[in-house]
């Protein structure tokens, strides 16, 4: 298990190396993008936020990975399995987004032709605005959206290593944000609202990966027995790696290594989750199976995701033990991505 970082300073030194590895439950080292020692063909950045119930949800996500830089935003419809994208892109932008180095700070307006992507962070919460006006016959998909971030709460940072000193890997995963507000695809509106427990999670990463990798992500937010229950497993790169958190009324319980499974011959089979301290025992019972495959050739991006809901038992740091059952109907996901970039 890597050691967690507690005091802030300096993520690279002037190398372009990392000044020190570890896990974090809150950005604390500053990421610079000048101190970054590759083509910036190479450098990853990205803000991804999914929102989501048990009947709908909603991704937001702006990237800039040099090659590309895209604003986008994503219908999820659980009930009728279907998805519907709106996006635009920028060839070649090489860092022209200017994405912030932090995700508790600096916010993001950018617009592609005629579609905007916003977020404004306050101090309590995120306020998201978008507008992709061309899209579904001219009808548009549009809407303002409010992420509850609470000023205390944990977040599951990693600082992650490879062989090469010049690639890296700088990771927060957020849980737990509660949703609320109104988006609009076509003629059809959907709202975020108390009664449907809705709630956000958050991958931001900034990066050097090496030109193939592949990783593994689950994540899930809701009530269990009246507690709001979150969870992050996340592995499959680098030279050491430690995403694996337990969120708790807002609180992170660190976990060791965690591993799933399935079934490749049948990916709506349940999906097996394990931990090598028994702190983890879960089941996903997939309701919707997706493939997303950009492929350009030499770059491809390539993600099978799985959404359903989870069960089985989850051990806190002090011994508690949850137990999940269907009935709380703890929702989520778990993906497999294959990258060449």
């Known amino acids: 298990m890597q050691s967690e970082i507690t005091s802030p300073g300096p993520l690279l030194n002037d190398k372009g190396h990392l000044v020190q590895t570890g896990w974090a439950r809150d ?28 009947k709908f949800g909603l991704i937001l996500v702006i990237y800039d990975v ?59 919460h995120r306020q998201f605005k978008f507008n992709f006006p061309d899209y579904f016959g001219g009808k548009g998909f ?55 427990k809705s709630y956000g999670c958050l991958d931001w990463t900034r990066a050097v990966f090496p030109y193939k990798t592949t990783w593994r992500w689950a994540s ?7 507690n ?19 969120f708790f009324n807002h609180k992170g319980h660190h976990l060791d290594e965690v591993k799933y499974y399935w079934n490749p011959y049948n990916v709506e089979d349940d999906w097996i989750f394990e931990s090598n301290d028994d702190r983890v025992q879960m089941h996903l019972h997939p309701t919707f199976v997706m493939v997303d495959d950009n492929n350009f050739a030499i770059l491809r991006m390539k993600v099978l995701k799985a959404y359903g809901y989870f069960t089985g038992t989850l051990v806190l740091d002090n011994g508690e033990k949850i137990e999940i059952s269907k009935e709380d109907k703890f929702f989520g996901h778990a993906e497999y991505a294959e990258n060449r970039w």
Not at 36 to 53: F, G, M, Q, T
Not at 220 to 226: I, L, M, N, P, T
């Open 142 to 196: 549009q809407g303002e959206i409010k992420l509850m971030c609470p000023p205390d709460m944990d977040s599951m940072v990693n600082v992650i290593p490879f062989s090469n000193p010049k690639h890296f890997v700088y990771a927060q995963k957020a849980n737990c944000m509660q949703a609320f507000g109104t988006f609009k695809v076509a003629d059809k509106e959907y709202t975020f609202s108390d009664e449907l």
């Open 228 to 246: 709001l229950l979150g969870l992050n497993f996340d592995y499959g790169f680098g030279l050491e790696s430690s995403k694996n958190m337990i």
């Open 27 to 54: 950005l604390l080292l500053k990421y610079e993008r000048s101190r970054v020692h590759a083509s910036a063909l190479r450098i990853k950045e990205w803000d991804y936020y999914e929102i989501r119930n048990d």
């Open 66 to 124: 040099g090659y590309q830089g895209k604003i986008q935003a994503t219908f999820l419809d659980f009930e009728r399995h279907e998805t519907s994208e709106a996006s635009e892109v920028e060839w070649f932008s090489k860092g022209k987004l200017n994405l912030p180095p932090s995700s508790n700070a600096g916010d993001i307006r950018y617009q592609i032709k005629n579609s905007s992507w916003e977020c404004v962070k306050h101090k309590d």
């Open 220 to 226: 899930a937010s809701g009530e269990v027995q009246g």
